[in-house]
């Protein structure tokens, strides 16, 4: 239980006298501490939030990877007992999901995998080609070569063709190479836009692997874009970084429309 001891609040209005153009109220928190919190509510509350967080990232990587269909529809009871957990992680889950466009909540219908679309890929792909062109060609200009020293060692990774549990850690590993390149921009604002969009896009970028081995080629691309950063050449850094951007979703388009890729479609 939090117990307040023998302090009380101390409500203030404070008017900004200097300009008189508005007054705030102020909270200012006397003699009050939740350093009593008994150690079982304690264990409780770590308990649930690590069992919401392994939730999220189970049925996050099960979406990603396809193993929940996209338009399927799951309810809190069934992914409770999937997931070996009560509903209120499930919920949890399910509500950042939510926020992040991965599945849709339904009043009293549970929710349903978000589809995906010929314009939604497009669409994800532009806003990626702005975002992170700029975010390079800030880095160019800010990043140290301790900066590309370690983000050389993150573009060292592969996968192993047809290999599931290959992919994701390749999946892992590629968006940490990518969150770490925004990184460099130091624009707090990029990187967090970015990583949700990227975040996003993981389940067009499992598509991608298995339609051939590129494993090499994309290591190889990593490394030309350190590289370039290295040598002092943003221009050709942009460069090289739009055309992978657009090959990744040329490849990805042209297999969903010939039907290659076996998932329903908007």
Known sequence: MVRKHTGSFDFRLRRKTDSGLFGGLIFVYNQYTISSMGNGVESRVAEKCTAAEQVYRALKRDIITLQHRPGASLTEKQLATLYGT?????????????????????????????????KEIGDCFDLRLGLETRALELAALRATAGDLDRLRRLAATEYTYHDRDSYLEFLDRNLDFHIQLASLSRNDRLVSVLRDLLGNMQRFFFLGLDLGDFASEMRS???????????????????????QIL???????????????DIPLE
């Not at 030309?224 to 055309?243: H, N």
């Open 247 to 261: 090959s990744s979703r040329d490849r990805i388009l042209r297999a969903v429309i010939e039907d290659r890729i």
């Open 86 to 118: 009560s509903r209120v992680p499930v919920r949890e889950a399910c509500g950042r999901l939510d926020q992040e466009g991965l599945l849709i909540g339904r009043a009293y219908r549970g929710y349903s995998v978000n589809q995906i679309s010929l």
């Open 221 to 243: 691309e990593h490394e030309e874009l350190v590289a370039l950063l290295t040598l002092d050449s943003p221009a050709k850094g942009i460069a090289c970084l739009s055309r």
